[in-house]
């Protein structure tokens, strides 16, 4: 747990740490975050995560607190004052306190808050043996591309895979294709060796590991197609595996009690996890 939070221009023990209760983030989810992995102390993809936040605050019309270097200079240090080797620092923005109305208000000053906490990125059982997944209608909203702090369709998706005994829960649109997970990119390896994720749109969120994995793979020489696919599509894969920051790379086994392939961690996912921890400890910063 981080002990040291940053909170509206203050470094404050965790406990102690409040915010407004007229606050937007909190009564409206009128704000957007980020979750960066931190590795050896520093932080990975520092500018691609800067660059989503300021896509987010863009659609949102949240002006930013202040900019990237004295962002950069709370990131590191609540990193630092939390004694973070290996874990992930979050950040929200929000569009700041004021009396409770829907419509914006003006000339408010957008809230910031800022934690850290040691963790894995995947445990070793995850990784040697794999780990199931469930799928589940995906209830959220249409602007999924902004990484909003609304999360209540994704706590609930989490809490169903909880509940069944699985890892992650992957969502299925209307269409019966699969977008991404609670907290995860969804992937999978074709029979033909070609490996499958959903394109970018306003269907899912631009995952920063995606985006780093889609690019370490092609110029490793591996086929990627940005191409949706069904649940039944992934279970005859030859492998699948998820994405996100806090866990890397993981592969998947087994989707709603089908196994995947044989059942075991595939080469390929295995080739895609140690290039990103190859890439993430050459270049975190």
């Known amino acids: 747990m981080s002990r040291i939070a940053y909170v509206n221009g203050r470094y404050l023990p965790h406990g102690g740490a409040e915010m407004h209760i007229e606050d937007r983030a909190t009564q409206f989810s009128d704000g957007v975050y980020e979750v960066i992995a931190v590795l050896g102390g520093r932080l990975i993809d520092r500018a691609l995560h800067h660059e989503r936040l300021e896509r987010s605050l863009g659609e949102m019309r949240i002006a930013a607190p202040m900019g990237r270097a004295a962002l950069d200079a709370v990131l590191d240090e609540?990193?630092?004052?939390?004694?973070?080797?290996?874990?992930?620092?979050?950040?929200?923005?929000?569009?700041?306190?004021?009396?409770?109305?829907?419509?914006?208000?003006?000339?408010?000053?957008?809230?910031?808050?800022?934690?850290?906490?040691?963790?894995?990125?995947?445990?070793?059982?995850?990784?040697?043996?794999g780990v199931a997944v469930i799928t589940v209608p995906d209830l959220r909203w249409r602007r999924r591309d902004i990484k909003s702090v609304s999360l209540l369709a994704n706590v609930l998706a989490k809490q169903a895979a909880a509940e069944a005994g699985a890892y992650e829960a992957w969502q299925v649109d209307d269409r019966g294709l699969v977008t991404e997970g609670a907290q995860s990119n969804a992937w999978i390896v074709d029979t033909d060796g070609t490996i499958l994720t959903r394109p970018e749109s306003s269907d899912i969120l631009s995952g920063i590991t995606r985006r780093r994995l889609i690019g370490l793979a092609r110029g490793s020489g591996l086929a990627v197609a940005e191409r949706a696919f069904t649940p039944d599509h992934a279970r005859r894969a030859r492998e699948a595996f998820l994405t996100s920051t806090s866990s890397f790379v993981v592969p998947v086994i087994r989707i709603d009690d089908h196994p995947v392939a044989n059942g075991k961690p595939g080469s390929t996912t295995e080739r895609l996890r140690s290039l990103y921890l190859d890439?993430?400890?050459?270049?975190?910063a």
């Open 78 to 129: 609540v990193v630092r004052r939390n004694r973070v080797a290996e874990g992930i620092v979050y950040l929200q923005i929000g569009r700041g306190r004021a009396p409770r109305n829907h419509a914006f208000p003006v000339g408010v000053r957008p809230s910031v808050v800022v934690t850290a906490r040691r963790a894995r990125p995947a445990t070793a059982a995850a990784l040697t043996e």
């Open 279 to 284: 890439f993430a400890s050459r270049t975190a």
